[in-house]
């Protein structure tokens, strides 16, 4: 079993940064994959970043490539989303999930048992 709980949303203005933080508890960590997802309103949830549990290169949405870095310290049990130059765009809630451990499946949501509860971040123009 993982538990996992996202911290460092908030409302920021264009151009900001942001960094979220996702604390996981449970002896499964280091061997599984790290994702997070947003979900804006009246959007479905998409992937935004993975990262695997041998921490290979990362994945990231098109979207996101080159403004967001995924990064994993198994040793805190924490993966962590660094937002740069936050766009309105980027408002949506944003979800951590951990599971599987297959390369092949980072960026699928149905490969991620656990997930937190979701953080909240509001990019104003």
């Known amino acids: 079993q993982v538990q996992l709980v996202e911290s460092g949303g908030g409302l920021v203005q264009a151009g900001d940064s942001l960094r979220l933080s996702c604390a996981a508890s449970?002896?499964?960590?280091?061997?599984?994959?790290m994702g997070w997802f947003r979900q804006a309103p009246g959007k479905e949830r998409e992937f935004v970043a993975a990262?695997?549990?041998?921490?290979?290169?990362?994945r990231y949405a098109d979207s996101v490539k080159g403004q967001f870095t995924i990064s994993r310290d198994n040793a805190k049990n924490t993966v962590y989303l660094q937002m740069n130059s936050l766009k309105p765009e980027d408002t949506a809630v944003y979800y951590c999930a951990a599971g599987g451990s297959r390369y092949s499946t980072l960026a699928s949501s149905v490969a991620y048992a656990y997930w937190g509860q979701g953080t909240q971040v509001t990019v104003s123009s």
């Open positions: 449970g002896r499964t960590f280091s061997t599984s994959n």
């Open positions: 990262r695997s549990w041998i921490n290979t290169d990362p």
